[in-house]
């Protein structure tokens, strides 16, 4: 059964800085991996999406990889800004449904 | 872009009620979905539909009914709503596009109370 688990649950940096968030999953056999942005009380907006083929897609000041043989992506977030804060989900897909993992809540100080 | 209605965003209901959540998308997917999300379990699965009046059940399909009468269409159906139900209630339809890349639209969520 696959299993999605995003790594660390909550993370709070100060403006300007980079970074990561993570993604590990366990089972490799997947058509694609999306990475979505959820505001407090609303709904996800997707960010981006990786093709099963693909390593990686940029959109903006963000890049996700993805190295399946490892189980595992990133979203990387380049000069980080309070409005980037929000909770961030990895999903997977490898049939009809998508599997979330539970999330990373981002804060972005000013 | 697709656009993926939520009819109600705030919803207050009673134990024993039934209630109804509706989902309308305008770009003619062919897969709708119903989560709902709680803090700590994350998304789940509820229901989930690949074509009119065709539906399967997710990962937590009890105490849940589901309709899809037109293809733009899904509702979900809270036959007697109970406290356990209160949770934001996400609706998500997609296009499989390939060898089944689902690529999903979230609706903005209804945030349901029982009480």
């Known amino acids: 059964k696959q299993e999605v688990t995003q790594i660390p649950a909550a993370l709070s940096v100060p403006e300007g800085e980079n970074l990561v968030l993570n993604c590990s999953f366990t089972?490799?056999?997947?058509?694609?991996l999306q990475w979505f942005r959820q505001d407090p009380g609303k709904g996800l907006t997707s960010l981006l999406l990786?093709?099963?083929?693909?390593r990686e897609q940029t959109s903006g000041r963000l890049n996700a990889s993805l190295d399946k043989s490892s189980g595992r992506s990133t979203l990387y977030i380049a000069a980080s800004q309070p409005g980037d804060s929000a909770t961030y989900l990895c999903a997977l897909s490898s049939s009809y449904k998508l599997i979330f993992g539970s999330g990373t809540r981002l804060l972005v100080r000013p | 872009d697709v656009k993926v209605t939520q009819s109600s965003r705030y919803l207050v209901k009673r134990t024993g009620e039934k209630v109804f959540l509706e989902c309308v998308q305008d770009m003619d997917h062919e897969n709708m979905f119903w989560y709902r999300q709680d803090p700590g379990l994350g998304l789940r699965l509820i229901y989930f539909?690949?074509?009119?009046?065709?539906?399967e059940k997710g990962d937590i399909p009890e105490g849940y009914s589901v309709s899809r009468e037109k293809k733009e269409r899904f509702s979900l159906i809270l036959e007697s709503a109970s406290t356990n139900q209160t949770s934001m209630y996400l609706c998500?339809?997609?296009?499989?596009?390939?060898?089944?890349?689902?690529?999903?639209?979230f609706g903005a969520g209804s945030r349901l109370t029982v009480l």
């Open positions: 089972d490799s056999a997947i058509y694609n």
């Open positions: 990786i093709q099963s083929s693909q």
């Open positions: 998500a339809s997609s296009l499989v596009a390939g060898s089944g890349a689902n690529v999903l639209t």
């Open positions: 539909s690949y074509d009119v009046k065709m539906k």
